[in-house]
C-alpha cells in the first residue's frame, strides 16, 4: 500500500486478527465483536484506509492488503495489551459504562498506558491521512484520539462514534480522569451515539464538569462547534437476506435442527462470552421452566454460542466457570437419553454456519443487562424472510429503541423472561410473521450503509458558528 488517504477508520482492532500458535505459526481470523460486523461491510464499499491493533503482542507489521481494504496495523506491546486493552479498556471503562454491572478497576498505571496507546494511533492515523481528509475514530478504547489528532493535524474532518452505552453523569462522574476523556472526545467534529439518552448523556456531563452551553445537539467551545447526535448502527440486511436464501444454508439449517433432536421448539443465543449479555440469566430461565413442567422433556433446545472472548481479564474468567457450571447443572438435572436441553458452544463460527443457526432457530433469546445495540438481535431478523421466528429481548439493548415488536423482557426479572419465552414459542404463526414483518421492514430500511452515510454526511456538513454561544441555553436539551 502506498500513499495517504482521504477516508481513514480508526480503531482498536484492525477487522483481522492474528493468532500465534504455540508453535509459532501464525493465521487470521475475523475479529470478534459487533464493531468490525458493522464497519468492514462499509470500508470494503468506501476506498480508504483502516488503522488498528491486529490482535498479537509485540509484533510490528508493515501495511497490507486485504479484502478490499488497506489495513495499517498499530503495534501494542504485550504490556499495553495488558494495560491498556486488558486493563483500562476492558476493567475501567467496559464495565464503568455498561451501568457497572461489574466492578470497574480504577488504577494509575492503566490510565498512563491508555493515555500512551492512545497518542500512538493518533500518530499512524495522522501519517495516514491525506489533507483535509475525513478521519473516523471508533469506539471507547480510542476516547483520547481526537483531541490528539486535531493539535497535530488540525486540517482534518474529525468524527467519532461511540459502539457501547455513553453512561449516566452520575456513573461517568467517579472516574479519576473524568476531564481528560471528555475533553479528548470534544476534540471531534462530530461525536455519534447509538442512542439519543447517549448524546444528551454526554451533553450534560460537558456543561457540568466543563461548563460549556449547548443548544439542540450543538455543544459551543471557544473556537468551535461539536456536534452531537444519535445514530443506531445496524446490520449488512442484504448481505443477510441473500445468505439464507442460498438453498446450502436451507439445507445445513434443516440438518442442524435434525441434529438437535428435531425438538419442537430450538431457542438460540449468540454472543460474545461477557458478562453485560444476561447469558446466566437466560439459562436461569429455561432451566426453571424445565423445572416447572411449563417445557417438557424433548419439547424444547437451548442452543447458546459462547465466542470466546477478553479471556484473560478476571470478570471474564469467573463468568466462564460461572456459565459451564450452570449448562453442566441444568443438563444433569433434565437430560435424558437422547435429549440435552442445552447445548454450548464455546466457539467462534464462520458467517454461513451463524446464518443457517439464525435459520434454524425458532425463538432467539438476546438478553443483556446492558448493551449499546446488539447486532445479534437485528442480524436474526435480516435471516427471517420466511416470517416465522420469535425475538426475546432485552428492554436494555439499544435494538429495543427500534425492535419494539420483540418480546421485550427485563432480564433482571427472571419470571418476566420465562414468560416472554412461553409466549415466544407459543405464539401462532400468524402473531409471528405479523411481529417479523414490522421488524424486518425496520432493519431493511435502516442498514449499516445508512447508518454509515448519515453519520459521513452529518460530519460533512458545516455545524453552527461559534458566535452563536451567546444564545446557547445552559439549561437546554
Ligand atoms: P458485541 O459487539 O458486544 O460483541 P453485537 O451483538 O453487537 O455484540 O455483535 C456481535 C457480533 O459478533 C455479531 O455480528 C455476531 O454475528 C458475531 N458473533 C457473535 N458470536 C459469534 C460466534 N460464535 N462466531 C462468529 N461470530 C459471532
Ligand atoms: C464490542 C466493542 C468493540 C470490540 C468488540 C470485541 O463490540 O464495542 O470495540 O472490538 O466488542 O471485543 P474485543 O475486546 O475482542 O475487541
Not at 384 to 412: C, I, K, M, T, W
Request: with cysteine; aromatic share 10%; net charge negative.
Amino acid at each position: 500500500m502506498t500513499g495517504r488517504s482521504s477516508f481513514l477508520i480508526v480503531a482498536n482492532r484492525l477487522p483481522v486478527d492474528r493468532t500465534i500458535e504455540p508453535d509459532g505459526t501464525a493465521s487470521w481470523r475475523r475479529s470478534p465483536g459487533g464493531l468490525v460486523t458493522a464497519i468492514a461491510p462499509v470500508m470494503q464499499r468506501r476506498h480508504g484506509a483502516w488503522a488498528g491493533w491486529h490482535g498479537a503482542p509485540d509484533e510490528k507489521l508493515e501495511p497490507f492488503e486485504q479484502g478490499g481494504m488497506n489495513l495499517i496495523p498499530v503495534p501494542l506491546s504485550a504490556r499495553e495489551v495488558e494495560l491498556y486493552y486488558e486493563g483500562f479498556s476492558n476493567a475501567t471503562l467496559w464495565p464503568l459504562y455498561h451501568d457497572v454491572v461489574a466492578p470497574p478497576v480504577f488504577e494509575r498505571e492503566m490510565w498512563e498506558a491508555y493515555r500512551e496507546v492512545n497518542e500512538r494511533f493518533a500518530n499512524a492515523a495522522a501519517e495516514a491521512a491525506e489533507e483535509g481528509a475525513v478521519v473516523w475514530v471508533q469506539d471507547y478504547q480510542l476516547q483520547l484520539v481526537p483531541a490528539m489528532l486535531r493539535r497535530i493535524r488540525p486540517d482534518l474532518r474529525i468524527g467519532f462514534f461511540l459502539h457501547i452505552p455513553f453512561p449516566p453523569v452520575e456513573l461517568f462522574w467517579r472516574l479519576p480522569w473524568r476531564k481528560d476523556l471528555v475533553e479528548g472526545l470534544l476534540g471531534a467534529d462530530l461525536v455519534g451515539f447509538q442512542l439519543p439518552g447517549g448524546a444528551s448523556n454526554f451533553r450534560r456531563l460537558c456543561r457540568r464538569l466543563l461548563g460549556l452551553p449547548y443548544k439542540g445537539n450543538e455543544i459551543f467551545l471557544d473556537d468551535r462547534v461539536v456536534r452531537t447526535q444519535a445514530f443506531p448502527i445496524s446490520v449488512d440486511f442484504g448481505q443477510l437476506d441473500a445468505l439464507v436464501r442460498d438453498p446450502n444454508i436451507v439445507a445445513r439449517a434443516k440438518e442442524i435442527r435434525m441434529e438437535l433432536g428435531d425438538p419442537e421448539h430450538v431457542l438460540l443465543g449468540v454472543d460474545r462470552l461477557d458478562y453485560t449479555k444476561g447469558i446466566g440469566q437466560r439459562l436461569e430461565a429455561f432451566g426453571e421452566l424445565l423445572k416447572d413442567h411449563r417445557l417438557e422433556a424433548g419439547e424444547a433446545v437451548f442452543v447458546q454460542i459462547a465466542t470466546p472472548s477478553r479471556e484473560r481479564v478476571d470478570e471474564y474468567r469467573r463468568l466462564r466457570d460461572d456459565i459451564e457450571l450452570q449448562v453442566g447443572r441444568i443438563n444433569g438435572e433434565h437430560a435424558q437419553l437422547g435429549y440435552q436441553p442445552v447445548w454450548y458452544f464455546h466457539q467462534s463460527y464462520d458467517h454461513e454456519e451463524l446464518a443457517a443457526l439464525y435459520l434454524a432457530a425458532d425463538v432467539m433469546v438476546v438478553t443483556p443487562l446492558r448493551d449499546g445495540m446488539n447486532l445479534v438481535a437485528k442480524e436474526y431478523i435480516s435471516c427471517h424472510h420466511d416470517l416465522h421466528g420469535a425475538l426475546v429481548l432485552s428492554e436494555f439493548a439499544g435494538a429495543a429503541d427500534e425492535l419494539r415488536q420483540a418480546y421485550l423482557v427485563n432480564p433482571y426479572d427472571v419470571e418476566d423472561v420465562k414468560r416472554q419465552m412461553v409466549a415466544a414459542m407459543r405464539a401462532t404463526p400468524h402473531e409471528l410473521a405479523r411481529r417479523m414483518r414490522t421488524m424486518r421492514r425496520r432493519v431493511a430500511t435502516y442498514d449499516v450503509d445508512r447508518w454509515a452515510s448519515e453519520f459521513l454526511t452529518a460530519l460533512e456538513s458545516p455545524a453552527s458558528e461559534p458566535s452563536m454561544r451567546r444564545s446557547a441555553s445552559w439549561r437546554s436539551g
